[in-house]
């Protein structure tokens, strides 16, 4: 399975006209730029929560986020999602920069925290969509019985008290903006679960039937959120969303999708980061004059792609080598092989250990 990859700067680092992420002006106008340029296609009616509060993009999040290095390709890609409101498909190998990139559209277009979904092989649909704690309410009804021997009838609405939204249903709450919503390492999930997506990523919405069955007496019911101590109105049962979330799902290419699920998903493919870029990223992260005494002949950078070419190594790896030669530890130019056995250890290939 081919997919296009991002590398060298394909516009010289201009800003293009059509870009929302990484765009220039400032971010609502952005966005408004985005909401104007809708899709026949991909229309979303659900009608404002104006009650649903979107908390802020945490200090460490956001350092994460704008610590991200997007080279024009991988921009462009980005933007080509957000535009036809599909989601972004992002493969690579471990530690460059898949999950980070999802952060970096947060905190780029200020759209409050990422809505993390780690994938294991036991996930499911509703796993994300939501949870209802049934048994939790019987012991309620229980307690009450015993401390009312004829009580009244249970109010309907309280049956909100034991649903939560997880961050695939939060992700598609109706909103003025869109969040983002992290689907990581699906590739890891069952067989299934990239078909059993489909028609949520669709149609942008979903039921919820325990509410959906009791729509007629209790149209209207607040439940939790994905994010902390958050609330939202659910209408009738349904979930739709109004802007389309910006939806990015990371694999390390552990399996093959179906079809019918590459067609929807723009993808992208990100390489391990070149000389040019790893020195991009310990500037942004580190600081100028370490970056550049790690860029010397023979320095750290050096190092570290010499050795991951006899194996897999991840950025965070370089990025620990720079922070401890600043500790002041192993900075005799001597010391540089015992510093890279200490914190470059191989994650593949025949010298992983």
Not at 35 to 55: K, L, N, S
Not at 186 to 209: A, M, S, Y
Not at 292 to 320: H, K, M, S, W, Y
Request: glycine content about 8%; proline content about 8%; charged content about 25%.
């Amino acid at each position: 399975m081919l997919f296009p990859t991002a590398g060298t700067p394909t516009t010289g680092g201009a800003v293009n006209d059509w870009w929302i992420y990484k765009g220039d002006g400032p971010a609502p106008d952005r966005l408004d730029r985005l909401a104007a340029h809708q899709p026949p296609w991909r229309v979303f009616d659900g009608e404002i929560d104006t009650d649903h509060v979107v908390p802020s993009l945490s200090t460490a999040d956001r350092e994460r986020g704008a610590g991200y290095i997007a080279d024009d390709a991988e921009i462009d890609l980005v933007n080509t999602a957000l535009h036809l409101r599909r989601p972004l498909l992002v493969t690579g190998v471990p530690g460059v920069g898949k999950s980070t990139l999802a952060y970096s559209v947060a905190e780029d277009l200020g759209l409050g925290p990422v809505l993390r979904w780690p994938v294991t092989s036991r996930t499911t649909l509703r796993d994300g969509l939501y949870r209802y704690d049934a048994l939790r309410r019987l012991e309620d009804a229980n307690l009450r019985r015993l401390e009312q021997p004829a009580p009244d009838a249970e109010p309907h609405d309280t049956i909100g008290r034991y649903l939560q939204l997880g961050p695939l249903g939060t992700a598609f709450l109706p909103a003025e903006r869109p969040r983002v919503l992290l689907i990581d390492e699906i590739d890891k999930g069952d067989i299934d679960l990239p078909g059993d997506l489909l028609t949520v990523l669709d149609e942008g919405r979903f039921d919820i039937p325990e509410l959906v069955r009791m729509s007629e007496t209790a149209p209207r019911v607040s439940v939790g959120t994905e994010d902390q101590s958050g609330t939202a109105w659910i209408t009738g049962g349904r979930v739709r969303c109004h802007a389309f979330p910006v939806v990015v799902l990371t694999s390390n290419g552990e399996r093959e999708f179906p079809p019918a699920f590459l067609r929807r998903c723009i993808r992208l493919n990100l390489p391990l980061p070149n000389e040019r870029k790893l020195h991009r990223i310990l500037v942004q992260r580190i600081g100028q004059e370490a970056a550049d005494e790690a860029r010397a002949p023979g320095g750290v950078i050096d190092t570290f792609l010499a050795r991951r070419n006899t194996g897999e190594l991840a950025t965070d790896q370089l990025l620990n080598a720079v922070q401890l030669r600043l500790a002041g530890a192993w900075t005799a130019p001597e010391d540089l092989a015992d510093l890279a056995e200490a914190t470059m250890h191989r994650l593949s290939g025949p010298d992983a250990r």
